[in-house]
Each structure stands twice: as C-alpha cells, then as structure tokens.
C-alpha cells in the first residue's frame, strides 16, 4: 500500500521558501529529525543544535530512503551529488515555515496542553479519547519546545479532524511564541506546581508562564483552567485577558464547570463521578491515581471544547493508559513470585512525587511483599531543593511506604529525614544504586522507580526488568 504524500514538492517549495538541488524532488510522506527513526520517504531537517549538527547525517538519512533533505547553502553542493536536497537560509526556520503551513491548511479542531504536571499523560488521554471519533495528530512523546512543537504541526495530515499539541518550557518567555505557532482552540494548563525554580523564581512567574498559553488562542476560543489550583485567580486573569470567547474550570471545587464529584480507586485503574455541565457522567479510566483523575477533568472539558461527544469520550477513557515512564504497571518475574514495577522515571518535582507514593500505597503486594521506592533527584528546583526533598518523608511515612532507595545529592536530604527503618541504601548515583536495588528486592514487593529525567532513574528501570525477565526454558 502505497503511503499518502504528506507534502508534495511544490507545496515544500512554498512553504519553506526553498530551491531544490541534486535530483528532481518529490513528494514526503512524513519529517524526522533524527535518521535513528527516519522512515523511507521522510523529509530530513538538517538541524543544527547545541552539540550535534544535523548535516553530518544527511549522508544517512539519503541513505535510508530520506525523499529530500533540508540543508543550509553552505553544504548544498556537497549533498546534492548525493541526493535530493531543499536548499534554504535557516533549517530550523524552514521547519517552523513548513509547520506554520501546516497549521494554515488545515480544517481540524486544535488543543494545546502544558502545565508543571501530567502534561504528557493529558495529551496522550486526549489523543485516546478524540482518536475515536475522528482523525487525530499529536506529538509524540515530549516533543513540546522550539523543535519539538514545528515539528510535530510539520508532520501534521491536512486532513485531520483533531490536533492535540503539547507546549512546554523551562524558562519564562518560552510558551509564547510555540503557542502562536500552533493557534488553538481550546488550551488546557494541568497545574501549576514549583517545577523550574531554579529558572523563574517564583511560583507566580511560573503560573504567569503557564497561563501565557492562553494568550495563543484563536479569537474566542476556549480556556481551560484548574479551580483547584493555588494559583487559579491568576490564572484566570489572564484568561479573561485572552483572546479567550469561554473559561472552563476544572477540578473538585464546586464551582467547577467539570467536577469530580466521587472517585473509586483501583490498583490497576479508577472509577470517576463527574458533573459536567450540570449532567452527571460515570467513566472508568484505566490508569489510577487521584492526580490521574483531576487530569481526566480538564482532558474531558478540553475535548467537549473541541466538538467531540460526551458519551464517547467516557466509553473511551477506559482505553488510557499511562504513558512509557510515567506510571506504566510492568510485572516481573523473581524468584518465589513476581515483583510490580510502577515506571516513573521520565520525570519528577515535588507534587508529582506525592502523587506516586498515593498510587504506590493503593498498589497490592504479594506474602511478604513491600512497598519499595527508587527516588532521583528533583532538579531545576532552586536554593530550596534540598528542603522540598526532605519534606517528601512525611508523604513517604503517610502513605505506608516500608523502604526507600535514593540517588543524588538532593536525595541525600531525604535519606537524612527517613527513619531508620524506612532506609533501604543511598548513593551517589543511579549507576551506583543499581545494584543495590537489584540486590535488595524480593518476591512480592511493589517498586515505584522515579527522578527527574536528569539523574538517570531510567537506567535502574532497564536493570530491573534485564535483571528479573523471564528466563528462556
């Protein structure tokens, strides 16, 4: 079967202000970045970033089956002996011409996401639940800054019923001009929570960051905005400074327009009461966690926003499922039994932490099984990093928690507040934890693993499931 033409080469020609060198051009069926996954037909941007620079992977990407690469003059002439190639004045200008192009021509129905937490999770649950009714795009996994966010609208079918964008950012100013790429119709920030401190300073600024998304609505779209956050009233002033035509609020609140009104907690997925609108509405979700479910509430008043059916949308919350290291249930194979690993290990701040320990303690253990963590640090979090870690013991003990492994500096802070009871190892690293942990768990025991993407929890994550796999007979 033949693969659709994502961009013919006139419309490429046009959209990136570019001349074509080397072989006739022709048609894209797709845009990568990256030759590690570029398939046969994909466009190829020969990005220039911080330590790589793209063109020395042209060679490859013509190699495996690339339609055409993007290149900047200076190079033009080397690779078009080789290949097709679009020539232009900036690479990742022209990827951010084509995405804007892509945003033009099409007639979908668009939502952008951000928030300090669940951003990824919000934006995968939407993509479930809109898939079903309609043509769907999304980025793909975190693809939410200055590349991420063209590239993903590039990549983007005409004819799409829906598109789902993730907007994230790191310091203050970041979100404004993504968003303004992407002109939504309903935006949607999660929360609002002290992740990167260290660069804004302040829970506020970070709130008036988040809340910039609203400024990129289309005239009289919708924003969505969490009732039970903090920082909700300020929030809502920028709302209503948007471009914003409706302001949905989400949360337990009771003056929330989506509210929850009863959640049923379960191991492996949740039961949620709603009131939407006024009309009550029963969904079960298939992820667990309380956080989860608050989620699902701006996910629902986003995805109502955007046209789709009510009813639909609940059947189809059952369909969701935690993302790849944020939450994902994987069961393992030790001797006498088996071990729960709950992934956590894309990432992490102080409330997202919290959230974990509450699935964790809700999470069944086998005879003689613990509730164990695996703890990274917290980054980006300021001159107050140390004391937010170890204000996670509270939590910690609240929750039923009967062993602790930390990694880091940052973690060490914890390690010092746990009881002594409570004290599995502590080390430097995650590569000197590792095994530590393979060496320490046992049959029966939960494991949430969870750090920011920064300490390298993930790699104990690949441990253990190396280390605990089914062995071939």
């Not at 300020?234 to 209503?240: F, S």
């Not at 790849?324 to 393992?332: P, W």
Request: hydrophobic content about 45%; proline content about 6%.
């Amino acid at each position: 079967m033949t693969t659709p033409a994502l961009w013919t080469p006139e419309a490429l020609a046009r959209a990136m202000t570019a001349r074509a060198a080397g072989p006739a051009p022709r048609a894209a069926t797709g845009v990568s970045i990256d030759t590690r996954t570029l398939e046969p037909g994909d466009l190829f941007f020969a990005i220039r970033g911080d330590n790589r620079d793209g063109h020395d992977f042209v060679a490859a990407a013509l190699e495996r089956g690339a339609a055409a690469a993007v290149v900047a003059p200076d190079r033009a002439d080397e690779f078009a002996r080789i290949g097709r190639v679009w020539v232009v004045e900036d690479v990742l200008a022209a990827m951010v011409a084509l995405g804007q192009a892509a945003r033009e021509r099409t007639a979908a129905r668009i939502a952008a996401i951000t928030g300090s937490v669940g951003k990824t999770g919000s934006k995968e649950a939407l993509r479930t639940i809109l898939d079903r009714q309609g043509a769907t795009h999304a980025s793909v996994a975190s693809y939410n800054n200055h590349w991420g966010v063209p590239l993903s609208l590039a990549r983007m079918p005409g004819e799409s019923a829906y598109g789902i964008f993730e907007i994230g950012m790191n310091n203050a100013g970041e979100i404004a001009p993504l968003v303004a790429m992407v002109r939504p119709h309903a935006a949607l920030v999660t929360t609002v929570e002290p992740v990167h401190l260290e660069n804004l300073g302040s829970i506020e600024a970070i709130a008036d960051e988040k809340a910039s998304i609203y400024g990129g609505l289309v005239a009289g779209g919708a924003a969505i905005v969490n009732r039970d956050n903090p920082q909700f009233e300020r929030m809502l002033a920028t709302a209503k400074a948007s471009p914003a035509g409706r302001i949905v609020t989400f949360g337990e609140h009771e003056a929330a327009d989506v509210r929850l009104v009863r959640l049923i907690p379960m191991a492996d997925m949740s039961v949620v009461e709603a009131r939407v609108h006024g009309e009550h509405v029963t969904y079960r979700l298939g992820s667990p966690g309380r956080h989860v479910a608050l989620n699902s509430l701006g996910v629902l008043a986003t995805a109502l926003e955007l046209g789709a059916d009510l009813a639909l949308c609940a059947i189809a919350f059952a369909d969701v499922t935690p993302p790849s290291g944020r939450g994902a249930q994987i069961r393992l194979v030790a001797p006498g039994g088996e071990i729960t690993l709950l992934d956590e290990s894309y990432n992490a701040n102080p409330a997202s932490m919290r959230a974990a320990f509450d699935v964790l303690a809700q999470t069944p253990v086998g005879l003689r099984g613990r509730r164990v963590v695996v703890l990274g640090d917290m980054l980006e979090l300021g001159p107050d990093g140390p004391a937010m870690h170890a204000g996670l013991a509270r939590s910690i003990i609240d929750n039923g928690i009967d062993v602790v492994y930390a990694a880091g500096p940052l973690m060490k802070s914890l390690w010092q507040a746990l009881p002594l009871e409570k004290r599995g190892a502590w080390a430097p690293s995650a590569a000197d934890l590792e095994p530590m942990v393979l060496a320490g768990l046992r049959a029966g025991d939960a494991v949430t693993v969870k750090g920011s993407n920064g300490s390298r929890t993930g790699r104990i994550v690949a441990a253990m499931r190396s280390h605990f796999a089914p062995q071939p007979a």
